[in-house]
């Protein structure tokens, strides 16, 4: 599949020049422009190279840690769901 690294390179440009920045808090989940990567890593999809992503950590207004998320649905085994989950206080 061949990568159109110039259609995300324009898309960039316009993205800089945004003078409003969206307003976002840690556990939202948002649609962010991924761009297109190199190598194997998933790409963003669409015109605006978008995918889901949750807000895992926010550092300041601008900048957040975020962990890219599916959009496709996965048929799983019901007992495949078991979780275990361990807090420390």
Known sequence: MKKDFKKWHNKKEFINKMEQRPFFHELEIWFCYVGVNVGFEQDGQGEDFLRPVIIFRKFNNEIFWGI????????IKKESLNIIINFHL
């Open 68 to 75: 890219p998320l599916t959009k496709s649905i996965k048929k």
